[in-house]
């Protein structure tokens, strides 16, 4: 059993950066593969960025160049630094890990870009 708490969301300007995190509890967390994912109000919740346990790195078209994803095994942590903030990118962010079928999901972390 993995339990998954995300921190660092808020309210940013547009332009503006913020660092999500996203702590894990339990075993074998070097071997999941760690995702953030998004969901705006009235929308599907769609993948924004992928660490897998070997560091390699995906990203959303719409994200690329501005978010990195990173793991620190040794603290169960994975973070999503965000720069260059967009209205468009308000949305709760939620963190989910998975592995060999076995997938958890975060409560999700309120991310809120405006003037």
């Known amino acids: 059993q993995v339990q998954l708490v995300e921190s660092g969301g808020g309210l940013v300007q547009p332009g503006g950066s913020l660092r999500l995190s996203c702590a894990a509890s339990?075993?074998?967390?070097?071997?999941?593969?760690m995702y953030w994912y998004r969901q705006g109000p009235g929308e599907q919740r769609d993948l924004v960025a992928r660490?897998?346990?070997?560091?390699?790195?995906l990203y959303a078209d719409s994200v690329k160049g501005r978010f990195t994803i990173s793991r620190d095994n040794s603290k169960k942590t994975v973070y999503l630094r965000m720069n260059s903030l967009k209205p468009e990118d308000t949305a709760v962010y939620f963190c989910?890990?998975?592995?060999?079928?076995?997938?958890?999901w975060g409560q999700g972390t309120q991310v809120t870009v405006s003037s």
């Open positions: 989910y890990a998975a592995l060999y079928g076995r997938s958890y």
């Open positions: 339990g075993s074998d967390f070097s071997d999941y593969n």
């Open positions: 660490v897998t346990s070997t560091y390699s790195t």
